[in-house]
């Protein structure tokens, strides 16, 4: 599949059925995101994989946007590790571009195997810090629901696009 056609199919998907992604699906879908650029290539990010139900309770306590899938993507950034850019005046650094890139590197590979997601930012990354006793140079930026639709189902608005000239301007 060519990639643009890819990414004009990739959508969300709100309602996972309880089949798991294997193992080696997993391991591609990790790897996309281990290989995507950041920042001066520092990869202050680590990405949690959850599937466990212990790990998943977690994920509930967190987000009401689970939407039952069995592996979650947890994704962050060290903020000490991250790239702070040299001309801003107050501390603006890479991390959260740089989970996203990674981020979207992960949910487009896992796209290409046939595995639907959903892109999570819905929750609070302190209750996030607290509920995971994540590491306090450690900032939560999103999550990835990974898996296989009940059914196919995509969203009214995924059609809905702006035209390219209210996008794009040349200048």
């Keep these: 599949m060519e990639f643009l056609d890819l990414a ?8 996972f059925s309880e089949r798991k992604v294997s193992k080696d699906d997993l391991e591609k879908i990790l790897e996309a995101g281990r290989v995507a650029p950041t920042a001066k290539n520092l990869q202050p990010f680590k990405v949690y994989v959850i599937q466990s139900e212990e790990g998943l309770s977690k994920v509930d306590q967190i987000t009401v946007c689970r939407y039952q899938a069995k592996t979650v993507l947890l994704i962050g950034y060290y903020v000490s590790k991250a790239y702070v850019y040299p001309e801003e005046r107050k501390r603006f650094d890479s991390g ?7 981020l979207t590197h992960m949910m487009l590979e896992a796209a290409s195997l046939g595995i639907q997601s959903c892109y999570l930012n819905r929750f609070s990354p302190l209750k996030a810090k607290e509920v995971f006793s994540f590491e306090e140079d450690f900032m939560p930026v999103a999550m990835l629901d990974l898996g296989y639709e009940v059914e ?10 702006k035209s390219k000239e209210e996008l794009f301007e040349e200048i």
């Design 152 to 161: 196919h189902r995509i969203a009214p608005l995924h059609e809905a696009k």
């Design 96 to 102: 959260v571009e740089d989970c996203t890139i990674v």
């Design 8 to 15: 004009k199919s990739r959508y969300s998907t709100r309602k």
